[in-house]
């Protein structure tokens, strides 16, 4: 009877964890989920806030939002030639909405401070990515996309022009933070620049580069994450550099 006893015991106890275990599995993937979905927007938060507080979005090079706008829309369209996760197809769709979403309050910004404010034309080359005119942005958007998917659509079954599209999309994202390093370099000044945006970058690009060569991922993967690392250890050497420079400069005046 003793054994009988807890042999119920033991059996009532493995039936309790083969329920929770599974439902804790399920929250972690849920969580992992949501993370890999919205993760992607979170470094921009602080920056939109940034400028939404100061109104001041000089500091903030919009060509990166350029980047990551043909870097989502090519990921997209590969998604049609290679049907990958879900949610990376969702994080891509999310990231363009957050990158027009920040075009937005760039232009709305530039243009409160801007005297007179001209609408230069959409064809004119001049002023590409400079136009005071935020339907602009979307209509760069669409038609990158309307492109893009006639072309993908055309090549579908052409293997070699799937897999350039896939890496197209890896290199272009791997350069996302050059054009912000750029304006660093060419302002002498990291004002305006959310320090949180560029440490949510490193912490980011890091993982996903030992993701990549833990999982022994295709070379093309971990030399891309290994670019956007050496780009975000630069700006933040650049923070770094400005900051003291500017203490000098303060030192001296004062």
Same mark, same amino acid.
């Given at each position: 009877?003793?054994?009988?006893?807890?042999?119920?015991?033991?059996?009532?106890?493995?039936?309790?964890?083969?329920?929770?275990?599974?439902?804790?599995?399920?929250?972690?993937?849920?969580?992992?989920?949501?993370?890999?979905?919205?993760?992607?927007?979170?470094?921009?938060?602080?920056?939109? +806030?940034?400028? +939404?507080?100061?109104?001041?979005?000089?500091?903030?090079?919009?060509?990166?939002?350029?980047?990551?706008?043909?870097?989502?829309?090519?990921?997209?369209?590969?998604?049609?030639?290679?049907?990958?996760?879900?949610?990376?197809?969702?994080?891509?769709?999310?990231?363009?909405?957050?990158?027009?979403?920040?075009?937005?309050?760039?232009?709305?910004?530039?243009?409160?401070?801007?005297?007179?404010?001209?609408?230069?034309?959409?064809?004119?080359?001049?002023?590409?990515?400079?136009?005071?005119?935020?339907?602009?942005?979307?209509?760069?958007t669409c038609l990158l996309a309307l492109i893009g998917g006639v072309v993908t659509f055309l090549l579908l079954n052409v293997n070699v022009f799937i897999e350039l599209l896939g890496f197209a999309s890896l290199l272009t994202e791997a350069m996302l933070g050059i054009p912000q390093f750029w304006k660093n370099l060419k302002n002498k000044s990291t004002e305006g620049m959310s320090i949180q945006m560029v440490l949510f970058w490193t912490s980011g690009d890091t993982f996903k580069t030992i993701y990549f060569i833990i999982r022994e991922s295709p070379f093309q993967f971990w030399l891309c994450g290994g670019i956007q690392v050496a780009v975000d250890i630069a700006i933040l050497l650049q923070v770094a550099l400005y900051s003291k420079t500017r203490q000098r400069l303060s030192s001296y005046t004062s």
């Open positions: 009877l003793k054994m009988n006893g807890a042999e119920e015991h033991i059996e009532s106890d493995h039936q309790l964890w083969s329920i929770i275990v599974p439902f804790v599995k399920q929250i972690i993937t849920l969580f992992a989920v949501g993370g890999m979905v919205f993760g992607g927007v979170v470094p921009y938060v602080p920056q939109f +806030r940034k400028i +939404r507080k100061t109104r001041d979005a000089e500091g903030f090079s919009v060509y990166v939002c350029l980047v990551l706008l043909i870097a989502n829309v090519l990921r997209v369209l590969f998604w049609f030639g290679v049907h990958y996760e879900l949610p990376l197809l969702a994080q891509s769709l999310i990231m363009i909405v957050c990158m027009l979403v920040m075009m937005h309050i760039c232009v709305t910004v530039k243009n409160e401070n801007t005297t007179t404010v001209v609408h230069r034309s959409f064809w004119d080359q001049e002023y590409f990515w400079k136009w005071t005119d935020f339907r602009y942005y979307i209509l760069f």
